[in-house]
């Protein structure tokens, strides 16, 4: 692989840029795999590139319907952080975030991740409690964030309004070291770095059978042709119910549409992300200076990567509320993806009741900002059949009641 | 007893629409089998009207009923006769199963009128506020703004709106924002 | 921004008066059930690309659960009826079969 | 130069000249200009800078489509950036600012970035900047933010000086756009006696067809304008609205009209702008089509524009963008252009007609005019730094080696032209390519689909890629009538006009001018201007493997830019395809999103802002709490009194003050908010049994019981006092956050599981105003007020009583969330401040004081009450705090059972509610965890508990709380740690939870 350098783009230059390689080889499917991942997002390409780097598996298919990149990973709103209450969601997004640090590094393609700081508001009695509960646990779970005042809020988000009438800003939880990356970046990082591992990434390639025999899967039937593996990983944010039924067994899940929306590029004037779970909104401004705003999820079953306008209004009042400049801002753009809600809003990463087949869903909002965490699980899990970053995440813990709620400490999970 | 204070007083505003808080109106929230002619019966004694169809209002000199929902409604009495209808109701339908309280107090009761009452309207409910769809004796609950509410319209042409309590406040803040002097949209 | 129409008070709802409530026709399970069977009704839930069977709730209306049949790929509304069912209709499985012949549900087809 | 013409301008009024200021230079225009024609009527061709390179650019398009002219508009609180200088009607006074450069347009240090141009490729950012690692947080990234970014933030302090409105609206037909096609199509659907709605984005209708001439029904398009709108404006069935743009397409029939109401009068009364949520049986998108650029080089030097907007200026607004013109074409319509000009006096130089053969009849008039025209012409490469100064030509089928050198300051240039499928698009509409007009029209056959199941949206007009006038009227006839069917009603025979109009020649797709440039000239070939992506771009990123048009967009960013790749779209994709040799319609098109073009957020935020943007619950003794010193608290909706804090004292003081008061005299407290729902029925009693984790059922008329809420899931969801009213009534009382969910949560399984059973639930919780009577002399001040028995005797410990006290009808409970001898006390809401009032003066000789929340979770932990919210968290059941007593062991079924005989919930072994004694007598942190013996497999500490509240307490002076610790109830006198996210670790003994008169005895007398 020709390294990406500041001296290699000089190079180029001087030839007109005629010598740069494929980024990622786009190779015809063999026969058989040692293992089979469907779905090339985030997810998909970070356990495979683990599988290869931590475990030496290199002889694997990524397998993806559409372009790789072109789900939830592509269309979302960028943020990174590991400010999560509960251990094991702590774990696996702050293990995400320890990697995204060097990814750039490591993948030798610039994701640029930014850790500029992430802010989530405090704008009633009930959340500061829940923050102030959040920082002493990530305080024992090795995340650095703190409890910060409403004056050093002002000093870090000049734009803010500390006393809107509604919602006074009583304080924030801040994690200086989380941040946003460029999301498209982390798919195509990883995909170079596994197509030149000798995986095969193969796109436009859409799985319409899983072939079980004796309780094991033999392979896929795919729109290029059958091809076979030992095992399998799904990791298909919006199609994993569909997927696991072809395999013979069903997920607690449902699928529901998340919007968001850029405003026009402007100078930059917020540093920062700024989460306000209370008034449901959450802005960061993009390298490109793009405002980018995130608000919630239909209540509804939907495939069609289209949301409801009035989630949009609900969540740039408050943006408005919360920023009052943002009112003279445009919207450029809205989209929506399709995320896979649990029973208790939080992954599944686990292996299934399909002796070698492994899945890796139900992401729900949360799903960017996990991806190199989630991929080096994965890749444990299908290696050795155990991570401790998984664990907590199976299947099962819905049959005895175990959660992992995000939920209770004012937190919602974006 | 003092006498019983409403949530604004009174309060007022006139842009392209007028709104005026009603002040205290009796209310009852019946809940039982509209098809029975007991429950009939009860509601005309106690308000004079016969049982609306779904999503009309009945009003008579004395008070009126609004269709709720198949198993309830809205009876509009003085609302210093409420006590004493709310007796003789529970009374006339201690054979069926019905349940008849007092909300007078619950609510906050609005009067919206004016050329650009259809108009003020409109900006804050996702209803077809146009003459054509909307007249007079229909009854909708809806969402209004961020709040639900209820309201119908009358042969004067005057809206009768009806909220919580405790939100009357901004109920009437947000009519009178909506009827903004210089808003007219022209349309109704 | 949807709309769908209640079937007990007749009004075509828009979506923010209405509040959704997730897969229909759920049994429920209490105490004497096992524990697959009590998982499966707390969080097992049909997520289909395409007829769906939901619960909704005229919220900011009349108050009212009711039943939709709707297609998740599309958004069609195949119809709205009573939530007092255990089952769909069969005027609504017909609305179904004209417009998605071969759908199925349960042992419904 | 550019400047005004002496005559023409169909749309500005000589006699109303108006004054502005474009980076602080005074100059004038005339009403019915936009902003960019009174720029160029004053020589200001170059408006702005490019994105990357910050290139010189200059105003190419004259409508919704302009990717360069966006300028910095208005001052203080009324300061907007990126504002489209050909969409904004100009105003005496408007002041714009030009963006994107530093220190000024002329002279922009950024522009090294256009020196650099060659190194700096599509993506290159993607393979530098990587090290050392912390430069991107530090170095690489500030600089690459501040040169990126397009107009000037708006101040941080800014608070917006207009107001904005929303407004629902109902059609049976919508048609977007008042061109010639929108005006027949609504006239056509308005017959059949439907209700339509028709939006115009701009002050005008009639669109392009005054500007590009033949005749409607045997008059002039203008004449023919006039009369249907006066026509469609005489039919009340038929709503005009011109200012109000199509911005997007939902689900189900639902469509946004963006209405700039007094963008062109900046401060007058009323509101800036007004969002329909129109609501649309069917949608007709009669939005035009936008010209394409050419692909040559130098096609970005300011002075170089499409073909129609040069038409357009001169028209519409009598301004010339220059004295010497090249014009350069792949089909007929340029020579529109070229005849427009030399018919205004302004020398067009050169037609260069990319078609071997040239065009038709318009062709043989601009000949006849004297026009030299080229077949088989193009341009190699247009010179001129901030502006056009020589265009060489060459042949269109060569590399570009330069025949002629021709000076000229401007080149009108057109590709041919896209039908606008936005509005069709955004709720899934398909598209196919018509390989004869070379662009994307809608599919007909693949609309989106509504609520029936049917297609909604039909395009009319050259949206549907009808190019010539009668083929527009056609179509849009037949489109307004087929919408007017589609929505139910009986289609009236409209009848097209007759036109004409010069026959047009076929014209020939053209990609790259000429078709083999050189890298060189394909390193200077724009395809988005504003972003500055360019041929060699997209065809860098085709060879790197970025094949997808999606992958292609993101790696180049062609088209992200303001307009959304309006003009660069189909240019990008057919560079695309070109280099991938695949064709257009397999590469395919990304996908188009709302907004048509970008709408202001203070529109979509609509009224809700400061005071209207949430509802404020207020109990009826709202006002008294704020004339008496209420620090507020938002619980929910609503707002609670914190604490009552007097002119020297602080909050904290209050909050002990209240306690000690409340302890030793008499606290009032407005429990209004607490939910208050009537369940009655014959079945109500096994209702209640299963609501609840208690038995209800057998709770004894004039009795009360303090009762317990769970999920299916088993978690704890609500608790509250249930009163039992009479044979088949009860009354629960419900958390304040808890009426609406827990009345919610009981209709849901009486309508949806137990439709069978007779109860009726009703919410009363604001028909009453509820007060806690609370402390030593609670009882005095009732018998003072007097009126009912409120004696030990006749209202002994939870029971309640319906009565009169002070006058007052109420009804009284004994029960007590503090431990102190306490009366609950519900009146008419519309008698609550009055019977506070007499309560507040009853008790002056009782010391009495009114205490808040802060205050009642003191009370309620010195006593070891749990609250929702701190206790509980949605992962907590009952049995974990020590609640198994309020779990009725003798019913087989409530809400909650089932799920806590799980493995999980079941086990012994989880954590349990105890009290928490610092060993110092110091307050525990909130929410802090104490911890076990070392790590866990991820690496983290192990915990064994958390506090769930803690407080100062100032009736035992010292810090209590409560928390779960595993294992809890077993290691009372156990000391364990806590530490604090400040280093300090809180030593705390497990203690019993109950901190103050464990007997009861206070409650009791």
Same mark, same amino acid.
């Not at chain 4, 929505?487 to 078709?515: I, Q, R, Y």
């Given at each position: 692989?020709?390294?990406?350098?500041? =001296?290699?783009?000089?190079?180029?230059?001087?030839?007109?840029?005629?010598?740069?390689?494929?980024?990622?080889?786009?190779?015809?499917?063999?026969?058989?795999?040692?293992?089979?991942?469907?779905?090339?997002?985030?997810?998909?390409?970070?356990?495979?590139?683990?599988?290869?780097?931590?475990?030496?598996?290199?002889?694997?298919?990524?397998?993806?319907?559409?372009?790789?990149?072109?789900?939830?990973?592509?269309?979302?709103?960028?943020?990174?952080?590991?400010?999560?209450?509960?251990?094991?969601?702590?774990?696996?997004?702050?293990?995400?975030?320890?990697?995204?640090?060097?990814?750039?590094?490591?993948?030798?393609? #610039?994701?640029?991740?930014?850790?500029?700081?992430?802010?989530?508001?405090?704008?009633?009695?009930?959340?500061?409690?829940?923050?102030?509960?959040?920082?002493? +646990?990530?305080?024992?779970?090795?995340?650095?964030?703190?409890?910060?005042?409403?004056?050093?809020?002002?000093?870090?988000?000049?734009?803010?309004?500390?006393?809107?009438?509604?919602?006074?800003?009583?304080?924030?939880?801040?994690?200086?070291?989380?941040?946003?990356?460029? !999301?498209?970046?982390?798919?195509?990082?990883?995909?170079?770095?596994?197509?030149?591992?000798?995986?095969?990434?193969?796109?436009?390639?859409?799985?319409?059978?899983?072939?079980?025999?004796?309780?094991?899967?033999?392979?896929?039937?795919?729109?290029?042709?059958?091809?076979?593996?030992?095992?399998?990983?799904?990791?298909?944010?919006?199609?994993?119910?569909? %997927?696991?039924?072809?395999?013979?067994?069903?997920?607690?899940?449902?699928?529901?549409?998340?919007?968001?929306?850029?405003?026009?590029?402007?100078?930059?004037?917020?540093?920062?992300?700024?989460?306000?779970?209370?008034? !449901?909104?959450?802005?960061?401004?993009?390298?490109?200076?793009?405002?980018?705003?995130?608000?919630?999820?239909?209540?509804?079953?939907?495939?069609?990567?289209?949301?409801?306008?009035?989630?949009?209004?609900?969540?740039?009042?408050?943006?408005?509320?919360?920023?009052?400049?943002?009112?003279?801002?445009?919207?450029?753009?809205?989209?929506?993806?399709?995320?896979?809600?649990?029973?208790?809003?939080?992954?599944?990463?686990?292996?299934?009741?399909?002796?070698?087949?492994?899945?890796?869903?139900?992401?729900?909002?949360?799903?960017?900002?996990?991806?190199?965490?989630?991929?080096?699980?994965?890749?444990?899990?299908?290696?050795?059949?155990?991570?401790?970053?998984?664990?907590?995440?199976?299947?099962?813990?819905?049959? $005895?009641?175990?959660?992992?709620?995000?939920?209770?400490?004012?937190?919602?999970? !974006? | 007893?003092?006498?019983?204070?409403?949530?604004?007083?009174?309060?007022?505003?006139?842009?392209?629409?007028?709104?005026?808080?009603?002040?205290?109106?009796?209310?009852?929230?019946?809940?039982?089998?509209?098809?029975?002619?007991?429950?009939?019966?009860?509601?005309?004694?106690?308000?004079?009207?016969?049982?609306?169809?779904?999503?009309?209002?009945?009003?008579?000199?004395?008070?009126?009923?609004?269709?709720?929902?198949?198993?309830?409604?809205?009876?509009?009495?003085?609302?210093?006769?409420?006590?004493?209808?709310?007796?003789?109701?529970?009374?006339?339908?201690?054979?069926?199963? +019905?349940?008849?309280?007092?909300?007078?107090?619950?609510?906050?009761?609005?009067?919206?009128?004016?050329?650009?009452?259809?108009?003020?309207?409109?900006?804050?409910?996702?209803?077809?506020?146009?003459?054509?769809?909307?007249?007079?004796?229909?009854?909708?609950?809806?969402?209004?703004?961020?709040?639900?509410?209820? =309201?119908?319209?009358?042969?004067?042409?005057?809206?009768?709106?009806?909220?919580?309590?405790?939100?009357?406040?901004?109920?009437?803040?947000?009519?009178? #924002?909506?009827?903004?002097?210089?808003?007219?949209?022209?349309?109704? | 921004?949807?709309?769908?129409?209640?079937?007990?008070?007749?009004?075509?709802?828009?979506?923010?008066? %209405?509040?959704?409530?997730?897969?229909?026709?759920?049994?429920?399970?209490?105490?004497?059930?096992?524990?697959?069977? =009590?998982?499966?009704?707390?969080?097992?839930?049909?997520?289909?690309?395409?007829?769906?069977?939901?619960?909704?709730?005229?919220?900011?209306?009349?108050?009212?659960?009711?039943?939709?049949?709707?297609?998740?790929?599309? %958004?069609?509304?195949?119809?709205?009826?009573?939530?007092?069912?255990?089952?769909?209709?069969?005027?609504?499985?017909?609305?179904?079969?004209?417009?998605?012949?071969?759908?199925?549900?349960?042992?419904?087809? | 130069?550019?400047?005004?013409?002496?005559?023409?301008?169909?749309?500005?009024?000589?006699?109303?000249?108006?004054?502005?200021?474009?980076?602080?230079?005074?100059?004038?225009?005339?009403?019915?200009?936009?902003?960019?024609?009174?720029?160029?009527?004053?020589?200001?061709?170059?408006?702005?800078?490019?994105?990357?390179?910050?290139?010189?650019?200059?105003?190419?398009?004259?409508?919704?489509?302009?990717?360069?002219?966006?300028?910095?508009?208005?001052?203080?609180?009324?300061?907007?950036?990126?504002?489209?200088?050909?969409?904004?009607?100009?105003?005496?006074?408007?002041?714009?600012?030009?963006?994107?450069?530093?220190?000024?347009?002329?002279?922009?240090?950024?522009?090294?970035?256009?020196?650099?141009?060659?190194?700096?490729?599509?993506?290159?950012?993607?393979?530098?900047?990587?090290?050392?690692?912390?430069?991107?947080?530090?170095?690489?990234?500030?600089?690459?933010?501040?040169?990126?970014?397009?107009?000037?933030?708006?101040?941080?302090?800014?608070?917006?000086?207009?107001?904005?409105?929303?407004?629902?609206?109902?059609?049976?037909?919508?048609?977007?756009?008042?061109?010639?096609?929108?005006?027949?199509?609504?006239?056509?659907?308005?017959?059949?006696?439907?209700?339509?709605?028709?939006?115009?984005?701009?002050? &005008?209708?009639?669109?392009?067809?005054?500007?590009?001439?033949?005749?409607?029904?045997?008059?002039?398009? $203008?004449?023919?304008?006039?009369?249907?709108?006066?026509?469609?404006?005489?039919?009340?069935?038929?709503?005009?609205?011109?200012?109000?743009?199509?911005?997007?397409?939902?689900?189900?029939?639902?469509?946004?009209?963006?209405?700039?109401?007094?963008?062109?009068?900046?401060?007058?009364?009323?509101?800036?702008?007004?969002?329909?949520?129109?609501?649309?049986?069917?949608?007709?998108?009669?939005?035009?089509?936008?010209?394409?650029?050419?692909?040559?080089?130098?096609?970005?030097?300011?002075?170089?524009?499409?073909?129609?907007?040069?038409?357009?200026?001169?028209?519409?607004?009598?301004?010339?963008?220059?004295?010497?013109?090249?014009?350069?074409?792949?089909?007929?319509?340029?020579?529109?252009?070229?005849?427009?000009?030399?018919?205004?006096?302004?020398?067009?130089?050169?037609?260069?007609?990319?078609?071997?053969?040239?065009?038709?009849?318009?062709?043989?008039?601009?000949?006849?005019?004297?026009?030299?025209?080229?077949?088989?012409?193009?341009?190699?490469?247009?010179?001129?730094?901030?502006?056009?100064?020589?265009?060489?030509?060459?042949?269109?089928?060569?590399?570009?080696?330069?025949?002629?050198?021709?000076?000229?300051?401007?080149?009108?240039?057109?590709?041919?032209?896209?039908?606008?499928?936005?509005?069709?698009?955004?709720?899934?509409?398909?598209?196919?390519?018509?390989?004869?007009?070379?662009?994307?029209?809608?599919?007909?056959?693949?609309?989106?689909?509504?609520? &029936?199941?049917?297609?909604?949206?039909?395009?009319?007009?050259?949206?549907?890629?009808?190019?010539?006038?009668?083929?527009?009227?056609?179509?849009?006839?037949?489109?307004?009538?087929?919408?007017?069917?589609?929505?139910?009603?009986?289609?009236?025979?409209?009848?097209?006009?007759?036109?004409?109009? &010069?026959?047009?020649?076929?014209?020939?797709?053209?990609?790259?001018?000429? +078709?083999?440039?050189?890298?060189?000239?394909?390193? *200077?070939?724009?395809?988005?201007?504003?972003?500055?992506?360019?041929?060699?771009?997209?065809?860098?990123?085709?060879?790197?493997?970025?094949?997808?048009?999606?992958?292609?967009?993101?790696?180049?960013?062609?088209?992200?830019?303001?307009?959304?790749? *309006?003009?660069?779209?189909?240019?990008?994709?057919?560079?695309?395809?070109?280099?991938?040799?695949?064709?257009?319609?397999?590469?395919?098109?990304?996908?188009?999103?709302?907004?048509?073009?970008?709408? /202001?957020?203070?529109?979509?935020?609509? $009224?809700?802002?400061?005071?209207?943007?949430?509802?404020?619950?207020?109990?009826?003794?709202?006002?008294?709490?704020?004339?008496?010193?209420?620090?507020?608290?938002?619980?929910?909706?609503?707002?609670?009194?914190?604490? =009552?804090?007097?002119?020297?004292?602080?909050?904290?003081?209050?909050?002990?003050?209240?306690?000690?008061?409340?302890?030793?005299?008499?606290?009032?407290?407005?429990?209004?908010?607490?939910? *208050?729902?009537?369940?009655?029925?014959?079945?109500?009693?096994?209702?209640?049994?299963?609501?609840?984790?208690?038995?209800?059922?057998?709770?004894?008329?004039?009795?009360?019981?303090?009762?317990?809420?769970?999920?299916?899931?088993?978690?704890?969801?609500?608790?509250?006092?249930?009163?039992?009213?009479?044979?088949?009534?009860?009354?629960?009382?419900?958390?304040?956050?808890?009426? $609406?969910?827990?009345?919610?949560?009981?209709?849901?399984?009486?309508?949806?599981?137990?439709?069978?059973?007779?109860?009726?639930?009703?919410?009363?919780?604001?028909?009453?105003?509820?007060?806690?009577?609370?402390?030593?002399?609670?009882?005095?001040?009732?018998?003072?007020?007097?009126?009912?028995?409120?004696?030990?005797?006749?209202?002994?410990?939870?029971?309640?009583?319906?009565?009169?006290?002070?006058?007052?009808?109420?009804? +009284?409970?004994?029960?007590?969330?503090?431990?102190?001898? /306490?009366?609950?006390?519900?009146?008419?809401?519309?008698?609550?401040?009055?019977?506070?009032?007499?309560?507040?003066?009853?008790?002056?000789?009782?010391?009495?004081?009114?205490?808040?929340?802060?205050? %009642?979770?003191?009370?309620?932990?010195?006593?070891?009450?749990?609250?929702?919210?701190?206790?509980?968290?949605?992962?907590?059941?009952?049995?974990?705090?020590?609640?198994?007593?309020?779990?009725? *062991?003798?019913?087989?079924?409530?809400?909650?059972?089932?799920?806590?005989?799980?493995? !999980?919930?079941?086990?012994?072994?989880?954590?349990?509610?105890?009290?928490?004694?610092?060993?110092?007598?110091?307050?525990?942190?909130?929410?802090?965890?104490?911890?076990?013996?070392?790590?866990?497999?991820?690496?983290?500490? &192990?915990?064994?508990?958390?506090?769930?509240?803690?407080?100062?307490?100032?009736?035992?002076?010292?810090?209590?709380?409560?928390?779960?610790?595993?294992?809890?109830?077993?290691?009372?006198?156990?000391?364990?740690?806590?530490?604090?996210?400040?280093?300090?670790?809180?030593?705390?003994?497990?203690?019993?939870?109950?901190?103050?008169?464990?007997?009861?005895?206070?409650?009791?007398?």
């Amino acid at each position: 692989m020709k390294r990406y350098s500041v =001296f290699a783009v000089a190079r180029e230059a001087l030839r007109y840029h005629s010598g740069w390689e494929r980024a990622w080889r786009s190779p015809t499917a063999k026969r058989h795999y040692d293992v089979i991942i469907v779905g090339a997002g985030g997810h998909g390409l970070a356990t495979a590139y683990y599988l290869g780097k931590n475990y030496g598996i290199t002889n694997v298919a990524v397998i993806e319907k559409g372009w790789l990149g072109g789900g939830n990973t592509g269309r979302n709103t960028t943020i990174i952080r590991s400010n999560y209450l509960q251990d094991p969601s702590a774990a696996i997004y702050e293990k995400a975030r320890g990697l995204y640090e060097n990814l750039s590094q490591d993948l030798n393609f #610039n994701v640029m991740f930014s850790p500029r700081g992430v802010l989530m508001l405090a704008q009633t009695q009930h959340e500061i409690r829940g923050y102030q509960r959040t920082a002493h +646990a990530n305080a024992l779970q090795g995340v650095k964030t703190e409890f910060v005042s409403p004056q050093r809020v002002k000093e870090i988000v000049p734009i803010i309004n500390l006393d809107g009438p509604r919602y006074p800003v009583l304080g924030a939880l801040w994690q200086a070291r989380g941040g946003t990356a460029r !999301h498209d970046a982390v798919a195509w990082g990883y995909a170079r770095a596994c197509s030149d591992m000798g995986m095969d990434i193969i796109q436009q390639c859409e799985v319409t059978g899983v072939r079980v025999e004796g309780g094991r899967v033999a392979g896929v039937d795919t729109s290029k042709g059958p091809i076979d593996c030992d095992k399998l990983g799904m990791l298909v944010a919006g199609n994993a119910s569909v %997927l696991s039924e072809m395999a013979g067994f069903r997920l607690p899940m449902e699928s529901v549409a998340l919007q968001a929306l850029v405003s026009e590029p402007i100078k930059p004037c917020m540093d920062v992300v700024v989460m306000a779970n209370t008034v !449901h909104g959450y802005m960061s401004q993009s390298d490109k200076g793009e405002m980018v705003i995130g608000g919630g999820t239909d209540g509804f079953n939907n495939y069609t990567q289209r949301g409801s306008f009035h989630h949009i209004e609900e969540t740039v009042r408050a943006l408005i509320e919360t920023f009052p400049m943002v009112s003279r801002l445009k919207m450029l753009r809205q989209w929506g993806g399709i995320v896979d809600v649990t029973g208790d809003r939080s992954p599944i990463i686990s292996k299934t009741p399909v002796g070698n087949v492994f899945v890796n869903c139900g992401w729900g909002t949360g799903g960017f900002k996990s991806i190199p965490g989630s991929g080096w699980g994965m890749a444990e899990l299908m290696a050795t059949g155990h991570s401790s970053l998984t664990e907590a995440f199976t299947i099962d813990r819905f049959k $005895e009641g175990q959660f992992i709620d995000e939920s209770v400490a004012a937190g919602v999970a !974006h | 007893m003092s006498d019983p204070v409403s949530a604004l007083n009174g309060a007022a505003f006139s842009g392209i629409a007028t709104v005026e808080e009603a002040g205290l109106a009796g209310m009852i929230t019946l809940r039982g089998d509209l098809g029975s002619k007991g429950l009939g019966a009860a509601v005309k004694a106690a308000t004079g009207v016969d049982i609306p169809t779904a999503n009309k209002v009945a009003l008579s000199d004395e008070g009126g009923a609004a269709w709720m929902s198949p198993d309830e409604l809205l009876l509009m009495v003085p609302y210093t006769e409420v006590e004493g209808k709310l007796a003789a109701l529970t009374e006339a339908l201690a054979g069926e199963h +019905a349940l008849a309280v007092n909300v007078s107090d619950a609510r906050a009761v609005f009067r919206l009128s004016g050329d650009g009452a259809r108009e003020t309207l409109a900006k804050v409910c996702p209803v077809d506020l146009s003459a054509e769809a909307f007249v007079a004796g229909q009854f909708r609950r809806t969402r209004m703004a961020q709040v639900a509410a209820a =309201f119908w319209l009358d042969e004067g042409g005057v809206f009768t709106i009806v909220c919580f309590r405790s939100v009357a406040d901004y109920v009437f803040n947000l009519l009178s #924002n909506a009827a903004h002097p210089h808003s007219k949209v022209g349309v109704y | 921004m949807l709309i769908l129409e209640c079937p007990y008070c007749g009004v075509k709802a828009e979506e923010s008066e %209405l509040h959704a409530g997730g897969e229909a026709h759920l049994k429920r399970f209490g105490p004497g059930s096992s524990d697959a069977e =009590f998982h499966d009704y707390l969080f097992m839930r049909k997520n289909p690309r395409g007829v769906h069977f939901e619960r909704w709730r005229h919220i900011n209306g009349c108050g009212k659960w009711f039943h939709a049949a709707r297609c998740t790929t599309t %958004l069609e509304v195949f119809g709205t009826y009573s939530a007092q069912t255990l089952e769909p209709p069969q005027a609504i499985r017909d609305a179904v079969s004209a417009k998605r012949p071969g759908w199925s549900w349960r042992d419904l087809k | 130069m550019s400047t005004r013409l002496a005559k023409q301008g169909r749309l500005i009024d000589r006699s109303q000249p108006i004054e502005f200021t474009f980076n602080g230079a005074r100059m004038s225009g005339y009403e019915g200009d936009t902003l960019a024609s009174a720029l160029l009527a004053n020589d200001q061709m170059m408006m702005g800078r490019s994105f990357k390179y910050h290139r010189p650019r200059g105003v190419v398009a004259s409508g919704a489509e302009e990717p360069n002219a966006l300028v910095g508009l208005g001052n203080g609180d009324r300061f907007e950036p990126n504002q489209r200088a050909t969409t904004t009607e100009l105003f005496g006074g408007l002041s714009a600012q030009s963006q994107n450069h530093w220190p000024s347009l002329d002279f922009d240090v950024g522009a090294i970035n256009a020196k650099l141009s060659r190194f700096l490729p599509a993506g290159f950012y993607y393979k530098m900047f990587m090290y050392p690692r912390s430069f991107w947080k530090h170095v690489y990234e500030p600089i690459i933010r501040k040169s990126a970014g397009l107009g000037k933030a708006p101040d941080k302090d800014l608070i917006d000086a207009d107001h904005y409105e929303h407004f629902y609206f109902f059609a049976d037909v919508l048609v977007v756009g008042g061109g010639i096609a929108g005006l027949q199509a609504a006239k056509a659907a308005a017959l059949s006696g439907a209700k339509v709605l028709l939006i115009e984005q701009t002050a &005008n209708w009639g669109g392009r067809a005054p500007v590009d001439g033949g005749t409607i029904d045997g008059t002039d398009p $203008e004449a023919w304008i006039e009369q249907t709108l006066a026509e469609l404006a005489a039919m009340d069935n038929v709503t005009l609205r011109n200012r109000c743009m199509g911005a997007g397409v939902y689900d189900h029939g639902y469509a946004l009209g963006y209405e700039r109401l007094s963008d062109h009068t900046p401060g007058e009364p009323g509101p800036r702008h007004r969002l329909w949520r129109i609501r649309a049986s069917q949608i007709v998108t009669a939005t035009g089509a936008i010209e394409r650029p050419l692909s040559f080089a130098g096609n970005d030097v300011p002075g170089v524009m499409l073909a129609g907007a040069m038409r357009d200026y001169v028209v519409n607004w009598g301004v010339t963008p220059g004295q010497r013109v090249v014009v350069v074409t792949n089909n007929d319509d340029a020579y529109r252009t070229a005849i427009t000009l030399h018919k205004a006096g302004v020398e067009v130089v050169r037609i260069l007609d990319a078609r071997p053969a040239g065009g038709g009849a318009l062709m043989e008039e601009a000949r006849q005019l004297g026009i030299r025209v080229e077949p088989g012409r193009a341009i190699a490469k247009v010179t001129g730094g901030k502006r056009v100064t020589k265009v060489a030509i060459c042949a269109q089928d060569g590399e570009g080696g330069a025949q002629e050198d021709i000076a000229a300051d401007a080149v009108a240039m057109s590709g041919g032209w896209s039908p606008v499928v936005h509005l069709w698009s955004h709720c899934g509409g398909k598209l196919i390519w018509d390989d004869a007009q070379a662009h994307f029209r809608p599919d007909a056959t693949r609309p989106p689909l509504g609520d &029936n199941g049917a297609g909604f949206v039909i395009a009319a007009g050259s949206a549907n890629g009808a190019m010539d006038l009668s083929g527009v009227l056609a179509d849009a006839t037949a489109a307004g009538s087929a919408a007017a069917v589609a929505a139910g009603f009986a289609a009236k025979d409209a009848t097209a006009p007759v036109t004409s109009e &010069n026959e047009e020649a076929p014209m020939l797709p053209v990609w790259l001018m000429p +078709a083999k440039a050189d890298i060189k000239l394909r390193m *200077k070939t724009w395809l988005d201007y504003q972003n500055d992506v360019k041929v060699s771009d997209v065809q860098l990123a085709a060879r790197e493997g970025y094949e997808s048009v999606e992958h292609t967009k993101r790696y180049t960013t062609l088209g992200m830019a303001t307009d959304q790749g *309006k003009l660069s779209n189909i240019n990008g994709l057919a560079v695309l395809a070109d280099t991938l040799g695949a064709k257009i319609p397999q590469v395919g098109t990304t996908t188009f999103r709302p907004p048509y073009t970008p709408i /202001s957020m203070g529109a979509i935020g609509g $009224e809700a802002r400061g005071e209207i943007f949430q509802p404020i619950r207020k109990t009826p003794m709202h006002d008294w709490h704020q004339a008496n010193g209420a620090d507020w608290e938002p619980v929910g909706q609503w707002r609670r009194a914190y604490a =009552f804090v007097g002119s020297n004292e602080t909050v904290e003081q209050a909050v002990a003050r209240e306690v000690i008061n409340t302890r030793e005299n008499l606290g009032l407290l407005d429990a209004s908010t607490l939910g *208050k729902l009537i369940v009655k029925g014959a079945d109500a009693g096994r209702f209640m049994d299963m609501m609840y984790t208690n038995m209800m059922s057998n709770l004894k008329i004039g009795k009360c019981r303090y009762g317990l809420m769970c999920s299916e899931n088993g978690f704890l969801i609500d608790d509250g006092v249930v009163a039992r009213i009479d044979e088949d009534t009860w009354l629960c009382h419900t958390t304040t956050g808890g009426a $609406e969910r827990i009345h919610g949560h009981m209709e849901e399984w009486l309508q949806t599981e137990w439709w069978d059973w007779n109860v009726y639930v009703a919410n009363i919780t604001e028909q009453l105003a509820q007060v806690a009577v609370v402390g030593p002399n609670a009882r005095k001040v009732l018998e003072k007020l007097g009126g009912m028995d409120v004696s030990k005797e006749a209202l002994p410990f939870m029971e309640w009583r319906d009565g009169q006290i002070g006058g007052f009808d109420c009804r +009284a409970y004994r029960i007590s969330f503090s431990g102190e001898l /306490s009366y609950e006390i519900a009146v008419p809401a519309s008698q609550g401040q009055a019977f506070w009032t007499a309560l507040m003066e009853a008790g002056k000789e009782f010391g009495v004081m009114p205490y808040g929340t802060e205050c %009642l979770h003191i009370l309620r932990a010195e006593k070891g009450f749990i609250m929702i919210g701190d206790e509980s968290d949605g992962t907590v059941i009952p049995q974990d705090l020590g609640l198994s007593w309020a779990i009725s *062991k003798k019913k087989d079924d409530f809400l909650g059972k089932r799920a806590q005989l799980r493995s !999980h919930m079941a086990d012994p072994d989880r954590w349990q509610l105890v009290g928490l004694e610092t060993v110092d007598g110091s307050v525990l942190p909130d929410g802090a965890y104490a911890t076990g013996n070392g790590v866990n497999a991820n690496g983290q500490r &192990n915990v064994i508990g958390r506090v769930t509240s803690t407080y100062h307490s100032p009736t035992m002076n010292k810090g209590i709380a409560m928390g779960l610790v595993h294992n809890g109830r077993k290691r009372m006198d156990e000391v364990i740690e806590f530490p604090g996210t400040d280093g300090t670790i809180y030593k705390a003994k497990i203690v019993d939870q109950v901190f103050y008169d464990k007997e009861g005895e206070k409650q009791n007398v």
